[in-house]
């Protein structure tokens, strides 16, 4: 069965303060690794797709990395805007377009 | 550009209705995902339909049901409502494998 798990479950960060988050993945045939950024109250808003270990893509103070295990977010110089729930999930091969989301990781930016 | 647009944004029903949610996908998408995300936790996959048919099913109990429409639309359907069915639905669509867009979603509330 794939699964896809996250680390830390809560973050707290000052702002300016970089870090990453984890996500560890077991998805058969893994198909593109997803993270996505989910504010209270909405819908998740796609960031990046990663399809191979050793791909990196960035936005703004986002930079996501894939191994043949594990993603990362990183962060760098957080703002407070940058407070949300951060998923990641993965796309299994196969037929069907089912991604398996990991429980998040809620980030915190003080000012 | 109109993105995923999914009504009602909010409801309350009583335990043992029914209950109907829709989605309209993003112009030109013709895969359309419905997730159930219960609060602090993940998105879970529950159907996938692709061009009218079903291509995906999620563990989730014979009560859930949905359909695709000829202009992609969809519809998720609940029957005989649990307190357990309280969540936020989640609807995506998608061109392909590699971008999955979410709308806003339904927030059921089962009393």
């Known amino acids: 069965e794939d699964q896809v798990t996250q680390s830390p479950e809560a973050l707290r960060l000052q702002e300016g303060e970089s870090s990453s988050l984890n996500c560890s993945y077991t998805?058969?045939?893994?198909?593109?690794l997803f993270w996505y950024r989910q504010d209270p109250g909405k819908g998740p808003e796609f960031l990046f797709t990663?399809?191979?270990a050793g791909e990196e893509k960035e936005k703004e103070r986002l930079k996501a990395t894939l191994t043949k295990k594990e993603s990362f977010l990183h962060i760098t110089a957080p703002k407070p805007e940058d407070s949300a729930t951060y998923l990641c999930?993965?796309?299994?091969?196969?037929?069907?377009?089912?991604?398996?989301f990991g429980k998040g990781t809620l980030l915190t930016v003080n000012p | 550009d109109a993105g995923v647009t999914q009504s009602p944004t909010h409801l309350i029903k009583t335990r043992g209705q029914h209950v109907t949610l829709r989605c309209s996908p993003i112009?030109?998408?013709?895969?359309v995902s419905w997730y159930q995300q219960v609060l602090g936790q993940g998105p879970q996959f529950i159907f996938q339909?692709?061009?009218?048919?079903?291509?995906g099913r999620g563990n989730f109990p014979d009560r859930f049901s949905a359909r695709q429409f000829p202009n992609y639309s969809s519809e998720l359907n609940v029957n005989a409502l649990l307190l357990g069915d309280s969540a936020l639905y989640l609807c995506?669509?998608?061109?392909?494998?590699?971008?999955?867009?979410f709308g806003s979603g339904t927030r059921l509330t089962v009393v």
């Open positions: 995506a669509s998608s061109l392909d494998r590699d971008g999955y867009t």
């Open positions: 112009s030109g998408h013709k895969s």
């Open positions: 999930a993965g796309n299994s091969g196969g037929s069907n377009y089912k991604l398996t």
């Open positions: 339909y692709y061009e009218k048919e079903e291509r």
């Open positions: 998805v058969s045939g893994l198909r593109g």
């Open positions: 990663l399809y191979s």
